[in-house]
């Protein structure tokens, strides 16, 4: 696989993980170039165990966790409210205000489900996928989406009645 191709194929599922772990876009592209130089780098070592997509996706949250280990006493960064195209916000949920509201209701959302969410909703990987890059079961990726719906859900009922 040439690599162009590997980076046009790949790109918004990358960035959009890494933005939604982010929140901020200048860090997502960093970060997002970070994972592809990384993966040039690593191509021979891809086994084919899983999809590219899901490799690409253990690359990224590695190179955020380094970021974060790197970083860890400097300001939290500022959460982006202007949510761009490559999240699909729009096909989810049609009411912007709503899609802001969701996105700092799973801000809050405790691990494992945050991830999990980001990684099914906005990196659009399959519960297999999912498995893989976390080293877990497929059952156990699929109950902690579900239990992570259910959250948020809760949630936007509490606010509601707020």
Request: charged share 35%; proline share 2%; hydrophobic share 35%.
């Amino acid at each position: 696989m040439l690599f162009e191709e590997l980076y046009e194929d790949n790109y918004r599922i990358v960035y959009g993980y890494i933005f939604s772990l982010t929140k901020n876009e200048a860090l997502s592209e960093d970060l997002t170039s970070e994972v592809f130089l990384k993966a040039f780098e690593k191509i021979s070592g891809f086994r084919g165990e899983c999809k590219i997509s899901t490799w690409l996706c253990r690359i990224a949250k590695n190179e955020y966790l380094q970021y974060l280990r790197k970083h860890k006493n400097t300001e939290p960064l500022e959460t982006c409210t202007d949510l761009p195209d490559v999240h699909q916000f729009e096909e989810i949920i049609q009411d912007k205000s709503m899609a802001i509201t969701i996105h700092k209701l799973l801000h809050d959302l405790e691990e494992p489900y945050k991830e999990v969410f980001i990684l099914k909703v906005f990196a659009e990987l399959s519960y297999k996928d999912i498995a893989c890059v976390l080293n877990k079961t497929e059952t156990w990726a699929r109950v902690t989406y579900y239990r992570a719906r259910i959250r948020i859900i809760e949630r936007l009922g509490d606010k509601d009645e707020k």
